[in-house]
């Protein structure tokens, strides 16, 4: 009776989650070494908080509440507290500050890069692991803290090569949105609901324009395939003020409402400061429209927004659209400490942000040579051990290399390693080289045709292509001296390539 075969495991990824290649790692450190060279330029500081938090200090900002764990991925530990995978860095932050109010110097000036996680249902673009770069001010209560935020986040759209008038920062006032709201009458927590269907309608405007936009805060609108979404209901007259309150911002404009003036009179300040340090409406824009997070945003709200067209998934040209946002947080940090500590920061979207450097061909990686492979012609101890020697020499000089640590009996199989692994040079040495006191080194850029030819060292001696043979003694500089050539020869073939496009 034959024995039932175990099962394979299937290797499979899960949903909304991705693998990153060498190539995406380190274009992704390039860029964050742009941003974090920002940062540090304005005076701010690293700080790093852990991916794990306890639940309740992760607060009810949540994206994403249909979700299980309300939208967190969660567990319960020993001690039967519940913990759960930050779905932010600015929750963490506050948690971190109120921990350590009596230690901290405030302001407190920082920034971290991490992993947050989001328990929702993945789509096209659409992860439940990503990449956020924050940078925050917190116990700065002034519009000059949320002023020079906006200045910082122009400022990294630019060093990241994204040209002015391809990128704009647009700021609102949750205040103006609050104080036109209790305005025409849906204030208080009854009108909750409908806020929101006001809040969503407006955030509509630059996709359906003002008249789409109108339908959507009266009784509806009937999409081009038929369908029909039910709106807020408001009156003409209140959309009417609604209107004028999100519509192009004036110094002087008010709402009536003391709350909604706060926010205008705080929008002007901020303007007022951008356009005096340099930074006109090209760069930082006072849009009223803007409307993001308004959960637990208490004041000035932000958004980095690329203005350059691409095709979306539907094959539609569109605007790019948000690559970061943030605002003023003035309640996260009161809800350990009980007292007010005024904060503001902004969040840059680490992944689509690199898709935007993508589409604008800016996304380059410092160049990373592959490594220089010393080859294994005899397998002995006493053999490898001077082939790890030679590596160790080039790694010492600072030359990445390493040594073939596959099957070396055939010695194609090392070429052919070689040229997938892409590296620039081989260097060989057998029984004849070893008694002569030489090496050879192959230039694998120029001979990389020949590579998948050769099966056998009788081969290898009898065509011997782009190589030399040097004193075993001048191994580094050699080699050094070939890689710098072929670097020349890699920036003239770049700018061959670029004076033609």
């Not at 920002?38 to 200090?57: H, I, L, M, N, S």
């Not at 609102?172 to 269907?197: F, P, Q, W």
């Not at 709350?259 to 205008?264: A, N, P, V």
Request: hydrophobic residues 40%.
């Amino acid at each position: 009776m034959a024995k039932n075969k175990p099962s394979k495991l299937k290797a499979r990824l899960p949903r909304g989650f991705v693998d990153r290649s060498a190539a995406d790692i380190r274009a992704t450190e390039a860029m964050l070494a742009k941003i974090r060279e920002v940062y540090e330029r304005y005076g701010f500081d690293p700080v790093e908080t852990p991916a794990f938090e306890y639940t309740d200090c992760l607060g009810k900002f949540l994206p994403d509440t249909d979700r299980p764990n309300a939208g967190v991925f969660s567990v319960q530990d020993d001690d039967e507290q519940w913990m759960s995978l930050r779905y932010d860095l600015t929750a963490p932050l506050a948690r971190h500050v109120a921990e350590n109010i009596n230690e901290i110097q405030l302001p407190f000036r920082s920034y971290r890069a991490g992993w947050v996680f989001r328990n929702e249902k993945p789509g096209p673009g659409r992860f439940r692991q990503f990449m956020q770069f924050d940078a925050d001010s917190v116990g700065a209560p002034g519009v000059q803290a949320d002023a020079e935020m906006c200045m910082m986040m122009a400022d990294t759209m630019e060093a990241l090569g994204i040209p002015r008038g391809s990128y704009v920062i647009r700021v609102n006032n949750r205040k103006v949105l609050d104080g036109v709201m209790e305005a025409i009458g849906l204030g208080g927590e009854e009108n909750a609901e409908r806020r929101l269907t006001v809040l969503r309608a407006i955030d509509k405007l630059d996709k359906f324009g003002i008249e789409g936009v109108r339908l959507l805060l009266g009784e509806g609108r009937k999409d081009e395939s038929g369908d029909f979404t039910k709106g807020a209901g408001l009156q003409s007259d209140q959309i009417a003020k609604l209107e004028a309150a999100v519509g192009e911002f004036e110094a002087g404009k008010t709402i009536g409402n003391p709350t909604g003036d706060e926010g205008l009179a705080e929008l002007g300040g901020i303007q007022e400061l951008a356009t005096a340090a340099g930074y006109g409406a090209d760069r930082i824009k006072i849009d009223p429209s803007v409307v993001r997070g308004l959960e637990y945003y208490t004041g000035p709200v932000y958004e980095a927004e690329l203005l350059f067209d691409v095709t979306n998934e539907k094959g539609e040209v569109v605007q790019f659209g948000s690559v970061g946002g943030g605002g003023r947080y003035d309640g996260l940090v009161k809800r350990f400490t009980g007292r007010d500590v005024p904060a503001t920061g902004f969040s840059i979207g680490v992944s689509r942000l690199m898709t935007a450097l993508k589409n604008l061909k800016k996304l380059k990686a410092d160049e990373v040579v592959a490594p220089v492979l010393v080859t294994v012609m005899d397998g002995d101890t006493a053999s490898l051990a001077r082939y790890q020697k030679m590596t160790q020499d080039l790694r010492a000089a600072g030359i990445r290399a390493e040594m073939y640590q596959g099957n070396w009996k055939k010695f194609g199989n090392q070429l052919k390693y070689a040229d997938r692994r892409g590296c620039p040079l081989a260097i060989i040495q057998g029984g004849d080289e070893r008694a002569e006191g030489t090496v050879q080194i192959k230039d694998l850029i120029e001979g990389a045709r020949l590579a998948g030819e050769i099966e056998d060292n009788v081969t290898w001696r009898e065509s011997r292509p782009a190589q030399v043979s040097i004193p075993e003694a001048d191994i580094v500089t050699t080699v050094r001296r070939m890689l710098a050539e072929q670097a020349e020869d890699r920036a003239r073939q770049d700018g061959e390539a670029g004076a033609t496009q």
